[in-house]
């Protein structure tokens, strides 16, 4: 009885100062009464904040990249699988028969005989064992492995493909100019057979005012402009191909058409 008793009078304590506490809400104007509901619910909002166990620290969290770090890393990934060899695919799959195929194949194009092929273009500048792929064949032909011989042909490609593609664009600027020149020389109207030659040039002179080295590219202006030459020529004289193109101009295949000077 006497423990109880304190405990009833504190319960009717709380009851008539929460009674209390509501009239007093009840009474205020409604935009006070907002106004403390909205007091109320920030102040529970931060103080689940501040207990919450679940919540990182700041230690815990990494350091925000910023966007250069990020590029130099993306370039620090981009150039490690450029200089790994085995980051690249081989340009040369099967057998040691089908790789020796696969060079053949590529110093002999492109076919169509109106330019120099790809091992022909090297030879003629110089570069006797990059034309001949004399190492890769060498290895092929003492037995090598599989895959010795897929390395030095990855290694040799590599090599030519940049040298050709120089001198292929080299070719370009040697010829380039005097194509241009007979198209300046072309009658009015241009004969039907000369009309490619124009454009032919104005791509070729792209190629070569930005030091293309992309090979095919160059190697396919080349073919078209040797062609458009061709064309041009074919039905011509000897003395009306002298004054398009001079003695000193490209060398072009003139066609025995039989027709005597005008």
């Known amino acids: 009885m006497t423990d109880e008793t304190p405990r009833k009078d504190e319960h009717r304590e709380r009851q008539g100062l929460l009674g209390r506490a509501r009239d007093r809400f009840e009474r205020m104007e409604p935009k006070r009464?907002?106004?403390?509901?909205?007091?109320?619910?920030v102040i529970a909002l931060a103080a689940t904040i501040a207990l919450n166990p679940f919540q990182s620290t700041t230690s815990d969290?990494?350091?925000?990249?910023?966007?250069?770090?990020?590029?130099?890393?993306g370039k620090d990934t981009k150039n490690q699988s450029r200089?790994?060899?085995?980051?690249?695919?081989?340009?040369?799959?099967g057998s040691t028969e089908d790789i020796a195929n696969k060079a053949r194949s590529i110093l002999n194009s492109p076919d169509g005989g109106n330019i120099d092929t790809f091992g022909q273009t090297l030879?003629?500048?110089?570069?006797?064992?990059?034309?001949?792929?004399?190492?890769?064949?060498?290895?092929?032909?003492?037995?090598?492995?599989?895959?010795?011989?897929?390395?030095?042909?990855?290694?040799?490609?590599?090599?030519?493909?940049?040298?050709?593609?120089?001198?292929?664009?080299?070719?370009?600027k040697s010829s380039l100019p005097k194509a241009e020149h007979a198209v300046d020389r072309l009658p009015d109207p241009t004969p039907d057979d000369c009309t490619g030659l124009a454009k032919?040039?104005?791509?070729?002179?792209?190629?070569v005012d930005a030091g293309?080295?992309?090979?095919?590219?160059?190697?396919?202006?080349?073919?078209?402009?040797?062609?458009?030459?061709?064309?041009?020529?074919?039905?011509?004289?000897?003395?009306?191909?002298?004054?398009?193109?001079?003695?000193?101009?490209?060398?072009?295949?003139?066609?025995d058409t039989g027709k005597e000077a005008q």
């Open 123 to 172: 030879i003629r500048h110089g570069d006797k064992d990059l034309g001949n792929a004399t190492d890769l064949f060498d290895a092929i032909g003492r037995q090598e492995k599989e895959s010795t011989v897929r390395a030095l042909a990855d290694e040799w490609y590599a090599e030519a493909l940049s040298k050709a593609a120089g001198y292929r664009l080299d070719d370009l």
């Open 83 to 93: 200089t790994d060899p085995s980051s690249e695919p081989s340009e040369f799959t």
């Open 33 to 41: 009464q907002a106004l403390l509901l909205a007091v109320a619910a």
């Open 61 to 73: 969290q990494p350091e925000p990249q910023s966007a250069q770090q990020a590029t130099d890393s």
């Open 200 to 207: 032919a040039a104005k791509q070729a002179r792209t190629l």
């Open 212 to 255: 293309s080295d992309d090979y095919d590219k160059l190697t396919s202006a080349q073919q078209t402009l040797t062609k458009s030459i061709s064309a041009c020529t074919a039905n011509m004289t000897v003395d009306q191909i002298d004054r398009l193109f001079p003695q000193d101009g490209p060398s072009v295949t003139i066609p």
